[in-house]
């Protein structure tokens, strides 16, 4: 069964950048492919909210407003990984950020926890002077 572990949070500095990793493991770069995967982060006490997704097979790509041109995702299928590149960071981008899949493999705005599926356990990013 396929099984997502993220990757590279830390504390980083208002205007700064951070690089996530999301990780698939169970299955071959090509089956991930087939899933669109999405980034999300959660805030204390509020909910899971979609960041950024990416259609299966190279589709088309989606990003919530308060995260659009400043995050891309990108995709290794060689390394089974999906990315999150995060620059121009700000406080208000503080939350436990997790990778998921859809298995519809559509990437559709708004990006609802709900449809995805084999969540990872998360990596904290804090934004802070």
């Known amino acids: 069964q396929m099984q997502f572990a993220e990757s590279g949070g830390g504390l980083e500095q208002p205007g700064g950048s951070l690089r996530l990793s999301c990780a698939a493991s169970?299955?071959?770069?090509?089956?991930?492919?087939?899933?669109?995967i999405g980034w999300f982060h959660q805030m204390p006490g509020k909910e899971r909210e979609g960041v950024a997704c990416?259609?299966?097979?190279?589709?088309?790509?989606s990003y919530a407003e308060s995260v659009k041109g400043r995050f891309k995702i990108s995709k290794d299928i060689a390394k089974a990984t999906v990315d999150l590149q995060m620059n121009s960071l700000k406080p208000e981008d503080t939350a436990v950020y997790y990778c998921?899949?859809?298995?519809?493999?559509?990437?559709?705005?708004?990006?609802?926890?709900?449809?995805?599926?084999?969540w990872g356990q998360g990596t904290q990013v804090t934004v802070a002077s």
């Open positions: 998921a899949a859809d298995s519809s493999g559509r990437c559709l705005l708004p990006i609802e926890s709900t449809k995805y599926s084999f």
């Open positions: 169970g299955v071959s770069g090509f089956t991930m492919d087939r899933y669109a």
């Open positions: 990416l259609s299966a097979l190279d589709g088309p790509t």
